[in-house]
Nanobody, 126 residues
Framework: QVQLVDSGGGLVQAGGSLRLSCAAS????????MGWFLQAPGKEREFVAA???????YYADSVKGRFTISRDNAKNTVFLQMNSLKSEDTAVYYC????????????????????WGQGTQVTVSS
């Protein structure tokens, strides 16, 4: 059974940093792209960043230059380093595992990810 456990959220002032982690278990982690999504109150869950099985990285325009996604295949963990945080980054952040192994490229579509973490709250105070 695949399990993703998100952690690292919290309360931070605008301009500050947080590092989210997502520990995966239950299948061969290194074969799958991983993504991060956010969901703000009353809004749809939206794409933040993805990292392919080969390590290529992609970002939503809103976070480019501020957030960095990375993965450690030896530890079955994906990270999201968030710098220069803004109040509009406030949301619940979810990691997700791609449904297809060895995918070429990445997907921003929620439906292409078949396993999700429980979410971790990030609150940025202005």
């Amino acid at each position: 059974q695949v399990q993703l456990v998100d952690s690292g959220g919290g309360l931070v002032q605008a301009g500050g940093s947080l590092r989210l982690s997502c520990a995966a278990s239950g299948r061969t982690f290194s074969r799958y792209a991983m993504g991060w999504f956010l969901q703000a109150p009353g809004k749809e869950r939206e794409f933040v960043a993805a990292i392919t099985y080969s390590g290529s990285k992609y970002y939503a325009d809103s976070v480019k230059g501020r957030f960095t996604i990375s993965r450690d295949n030896a530890k079955n963990t994906v990270f999201l380093q968030m710098n220069s945080l803004k109040s509009e980054d406030t949301a619940v952040y979810y990691c997700a595992a791609d449904s297809k192994p060895w995918r070429l490229g990445y997907s921003t579509a929620r439906g292409e990810y078949d396993y999700w973490g429980q979410g971790t709250q990030v609150t940025v105070s202005s």
